[in-house]
């Protein structure tokens, strides 16, 4: 039963009492005249979780918005619409000339549909599911899937990437033409890194993708990174694990960034993510990949990788602070961690009392490292007393390593050996760029809003 039609606790809805008295049942094509203007749509059954005193109205351009009971004043109804948000399911066709993608499920929301009853996304995750939601797939390829996982993208950890690495190892080595793995967007950098620790010198493409909006809204992204990421998997040269999203904020292209230079940059634009201290390895359209650089790992035709899915999760990334207390560091020293990724400032520094707690760690064996928590830049502890005091207590500068980066690989190294030296060998040793002999002058661009040129430019190319 729809919360939209019961009691709640003992007293009734007051929503659900304007509703009845309006004969405006859910489903019903309505405009609510409010004391803040007119609304028309469809009344949607309420979210089981949401409260009782909105009217949820899905609008005619698609996007949803609560109305408090207190500000209708009249609910003209024109009609009755009940919508089926079932997925479309249709068998996938079979195309021998087409190159076989193996598409992986982690728990993101790739292809998908609101269910109104609860608030929840039903996933299209089959491929018949995948091809009645985007059928333009079946253009690209022969489209398999396996759900690995189905959690929130904050959930996935060290037993996620482990167990995705082996199951993409697996199939590359079954001779799949490429990988796609679905994943959410809050933590997929992370989990790229991990992917690119994990899985090297690859002959195929390994393209993760998301969505920012899901695909009940007309400005969801989730078609079209799914369309692009494929498209990268099936015919792209870059055999590399690759992030696939939205390039500009429009649907022009994507971009493709390298696993261990990427980052997340906005909690809700489509164009969220991108490459930090570089350039992104290509765009992809409807004409196929555009790459941007030359220095990528080539597609080949055997089905050898190298995998080596291990990592130690007593690892802790440490965003330094003014004032930090020396009992952060002692604290997970006490609690058994093995590494500590610091994100200092500057070029990589830390305030005087945290000095006898890094020494303390150094001694207990603990691993450090240094990172710059600017996000683009070098570490560079020689220039002043306070980094070269730092790097006399044995935390090591990681040169320009993104500083989830370096806690990624600093668990990937841990998960090897114990070893300083062997430790240091690891996270100094550049597996795919993850720290750079330089960065170039395109690799960091930020333009400032409000500035005169700047406003100029934006506005002749904003469209």
Not at 328 to 353: E, F
Request: net charge negative.
């Amino acid at each position: 039963m729809s919360p939209n039609q019961e009691d709640f606790k003992g007293y009734r809805s007051p929503t659900l009492d304007l509703l009845q008295g309006q004969e405006a049942p859910v489903w019903s094509e309505v405009t609510l005249h409010t004391t803040g203007g007119d609304f028309s749509g469809l009344i949607l059954p309420r979210s089981e979780t949401a409260d009782a005193d909105h009217i949820v109205l899905k609008l005619i351009t698609g996007y949803n918005i609560g109305v408090n009971h207190d500000t209708v004043q009249k609910i003209s109804v024109f009609g009755r619409k009940v919508a089926n948000y079932q997925i479309p399911e249709k068998e996938f066709p079979f195309d021998p000339g087409k190159p076989r993608v193996k598409l992986f499920g982690t728990g993101g929301t790739i292809a998908s549909r609101l269910d109104y009853r609860t608030g929840a996304v039903i996933p299209a995750f089959s491929p018949g599911e995948l091809y009645g939601s985007v059928p333009e797939l079946a253009d690209i390829c022969n489209m398999e899937t396996e759900k690995l996982y189905g959690v929130f993208s904050e959930n996935m950890g060290p037993e996620q990437w482990i167990g995705t690495a082996k199951a993409v190892a697996e199939e590359i080595r079954k001779g799949v033409a490429g990988i796609v793995v679905g994943h959410g967007t809050d933590t997929m950098h992370h989990t790229a890194a991990a992917l690119s620790f994990m899985l090297q010198d690859s002959p195929v493409p390994i393209v993760m993708v998301g969505s920012q909006r899901s695909s009940d809204r007309p400005s969801s992204d989730a078609a079209i990174n799914l369309i692009n990421s494929t498209r990268t998997a099936a015919t792209s040269d870059i055999a590399e694990v690759m992030v696939c999203m939205f390039g500009p904020t429009s649907d022009k292209y994507g971009l493709l960034h390298r696993g261990t230079r990427v980052r997340k940059m906005h909690s809700s634009y489509r164009s969220t993510f991108r490459t930090l201290s570089d350039i992104p390895l290509g765009k992809i359209d409807d004409n196929g990949v555009t790459p941007f650089r030359s220095d990528y790992n080539k597609r080949r035709q055997d089905n050898e990788i190298k995998l080596n899915a291990v990592f130690d999760d007593r690892v802790s990334l440490v965003y330094y602070y003014p004032s930090m207390k020396p009992d952060i560091i002692d604290s997970l020293v006490g609690n058994g961690y093995q590494g500590i990724i610091i994100a200092g400032t500057g070029l990589g520094h830390v305030n005087k009392p945290l000095y006898p707690a890094l020494d303390r760690a150094r001694k207990a064996g603990v691993h450090i490292y240094m990172t710059v928590q600017t996000m683009w830049g070098y570490v560079q502890m020689y220039v002043y007393e306070t980094g070269r005091e730092i790097m006399g207590l044995g935390v090591i500068p990681a040169a320009n390593m993104l500083p989830e980066v370096a806690y990624v690989k600093l668990g990937w190294a841990l998960g090897q050996s114990h070893d300083p030296q062997e430790v240091e060998r690891i996270m100094l040793t550049p597996v795919n760029s993850e720290t750079t002999d330089r960065e170039p002058h395109n690799g960091y661009l930020v333009l400032q809003g409000g500035i005169p040129e700047v406003d100029k430019f934006i506005s002749s190319q904003w469209k």
